[in-house]
């Protein structure tokens, strides 16, 4: 029984050391995909085997590191009743961060806080590169506009429209080809871009367009990216736009790809479906019997006969390939979880019932593209798409309030409209003249709602309805809010860390971090021998884990949290220095090396979880009241002390318990450099 209970024990220590590698390789391949994926791709290149490639997510750097511009603005709320002044900042913050995504800003961080009597926005905007133009759009005060459809027709070009464009266009495809002939006698593809190109934002980095994937490019101009090598020019591209001179630079791992066909059995009713043949159950009916019918051989043909797709008859259904997120969510769902081969349905979409045939399966690298462009002209740069909607002449000035209400006979979640008396003329108006057709409410350009007109109402109360939850009504009210009532805000302060000296900030810190992980490690295998050999796995596998956690949770890692992540390192050796102290102490009392160690951990894990506590508690009052960049020191040291005790706890004593009894009084020596007495 002794021995039944011991070989189980050993079973599962090992099943454990085999847990701990697994992790270790999952959480490195999480860290780092780039590298991986680099591995796996040339790993595919060299053997055709089509290893899967890992997920890529980057890490969110704060404003220290990436650059970027840290923003004070004050809300003005003196006009505004004090039980309604958290609504109407809380519209604001929402206006701007609207704005601010506009901006396309990546990952901005917006919070309001109250200092006195003054509210507050704090608007972080990472790796910006045009502050003014940021500030100039946030310090705006939001305009709410409530518009009618435009039926206004709109009109053909005049000849000598027609002609200015062509002339245009003329003198732009001579500009490219003059410059397709200077690099061909010897001006840099970069020389060329900084000259002549007239795409503004690719300029700054050599005209690149980055990384794309070959299936987002036309069919001619992805088959000269594939076949081009590194460094090759193309000719003189002429696409929606304007005219290009493409380089082709290198690649990185891509997303997979399917092929498929489908018949299409559209209905009545569906989505430009152009047909009256089928009902909604009769389409059903025959895409069964189409899926019963079709096999490899005979779907090409079952397609061009029966699907109702245009053009169908001469494509056979083939879709070519497609990424994932591409096709509407049933269909993609479906394509994306089903074996090559495998023919799938009915498939119901807006667009009616498919049967799916997946034909082919593959991951395409994506290609660094870069690009001289020059611009041609089209009828909208004279003639612009009219819009949908175009203002009224009621506007927020004369809307006094909205407000989540509920119906009180249904429990229907809606939004009331409260207009004053200019605003009631103008809205019973509208509204008699609108009746059956929508009427759409704008804030700072970008429409927010757009409710169909039921009644005529002439009393200026109004609600919207439209089946929301509370939260969805509730942000509706604040947006409406936020341009009804008059909350301008001021900038009061302001920060700009250039990208430069963030990347320097990072590049020394890591430097910083690694020469002392270096020290640390070479100490601890110096003085504690084999076991320090140990705790270098355990450090290692502590570091993998917590920078997952970090990209994870989405932690923004600064320069505080960078000091704060190397702090519990010295946290994470600290608790294995008394593991090994009193482990050496057990063992200088005689006892043996597997006594040694049950013992050891018991009587140090009183000391690692009182210290490591009291931390955890001092953590979580920083964080509670602390500012922006303490409550980063805080948060990523306090995540650093829970993986560091479970990396000392459980994947040192995993380690120590595997290895023990491969050692017996003579080799105890290798073990500490120290035997029983």
Known sequence: MAKSTQKDLRSKIRWGIVGILVLLLVTIAFDAPTQINNGIQKFNTATGIGLPHVPEKLFSLGLDLQGGAHLVYEADVKNIESKEQVDAVEGVRDVIERRINALGVGEPSIHTAKVGDVYRINVDLPGVTDVNEAISRIGETPILEFREQNTEQPRELTEEEQAQIDQYNKDAKEKIDNIKKEIDEGLSFEDGVLTYSEDTASNINNGSLGFVAPSQLTPELSDWAKNAKEGDLSDVVNLSGGYHIFKRGGEQPGEKEVRASHILICYTGATRCNSDKYSKQEALDKAKELFDQANAENFADLAKEFSTE??????????????????????????????????????????????????EEQIVPNIELSHIFIKTETKEDILPTPEEFVPTTLSGKQLERAQVVTNSQTGEVQVSLQFDAEGRAIFASLTEKYIGKPIAIYLDGEPISIPVVQTIITDGQAVITGGFDIQEAKLLAQRLNAGALPVPVELVGQQTVGATLGAESLAKSLKAGAIALVLVMIYM????????????????????????????????????????????IGMAVDANVLIFERLKEEIKKGKSLETAVEQGFERAWSAIKDGNISTIITCILLIWLGSSFVQGFAFTLAIGILVSMFSAITVTRVMLRFVSPWFNEQKQKLFFGITKK
């Open 525 to 568: 295998i110096i003085y504690y021998r084999l076991p320090g050999i140990l705790s270098v796995i355990a450090l290692g596998l502590y570091m993998s884990l917590t920078l997952a956690i970090f990209k994870l949770v989405g932690v923004t890692i600064t320069l505080a949290g960078i000091a704060g992540f190397i702090l519990s």
């Open 310 to 359: 245009p053009g169908a008859d001469k494509s056979a259904g083939d879709l070519g390939f497609f990424r994932e997120g591409q096709m509407v969510s049933a269909f993609n769902d479906a394509v994306f979880n089903v074996q090559i081969g495998q023919i799938l349905g009915p498939v119901e979409t807006e667009f009616g019932y498919h049967i799916i045939y997946k034909t």
